[in-house]
């Protein structure tokens, strides 16, 4: 594959939120895009091309005339996409669920309308709480769950290791249709 219409064929994918802090020195065209959500949670966009995974870099937007939003708005249609060819699997652990899906995007699916709405909901009738922990890993409980939440910090800490995408635990804000922090 080739570096034509990556922006096109890229997938939402979150990343830890000091991903960037990471990255050696870059010059602007070189540097990946990343958006922040303001919620703690950050989405870099990749393309898949089959033995390795290439970031969406800005200088691929400008060469595509695409801005950051469409960008945002297309990788997570992607994603949409992705999760309605294969299907991700809900496992119960204890009185939380876990998300299973390619390995890749497990995380990144709670980026997904879809998936709370239609795959999920039935699973957490209160409201989401829900943990990302690394980029193959999407835990959620009902929100009045006792023990929900500090299983998903268990899985936090399971999962997420020395490099989590996040250690807070999101709640899903019915009204904004958005995640923020969920304090316990």
């Not at 249609?77 to 995007?105: E, K, Q």
Request: one cysteine or more.
């Amino acid at each position: 594959m080739d570096d034509q219409d990556l922006c096109g064929r890229a997938a939402a994918c979150l990343v830890r939120p000091d991903s960037d802090e990471r990255l050696p020195t870059l010059s602007a065209s070189d540097e990946p895009v990343l958006t922040d959500l303001g919620n703690g949670l950050r989405v870099g966009y990749v393309v898949d091309l089959g033995t390795r995974f290439q970031y969406v870099q800005r200088g691929h937007l400008w060469a595509e005339g695409v801005t950051q939003q469409e960008l945002h708005r297309n990788s997570v249609a992607r994603l949409s996409t992705m999760l309605n060819d294969r299907s991700a699997v809900i496992c119960p652990c204890a009185d939380c669920f876990l998300v299973v899906f390619d390995g890749h995007f497990d995380a990144s699916l709670i980026l997904v309308d879809a998936l709370r709405d239609e795959m999920i909901d039935d699973f957490a009738p209160n409201g989401f709480v829900a943990a990302v922990p690394s980029k193959n890993g999407l835990a959620f409980c009902d929100s009045k769950t006792p023990d929900g939440p500090l299983q998903l910090g268990r899985i936090i800490t399971h999962l997420g290791g020395d490099h989590p995408v996040s250690t807070k635990l999101y709640y899903r804000d019915p009204t904004l249709r958005e995640w923020r922090p969920y304090s316990v």
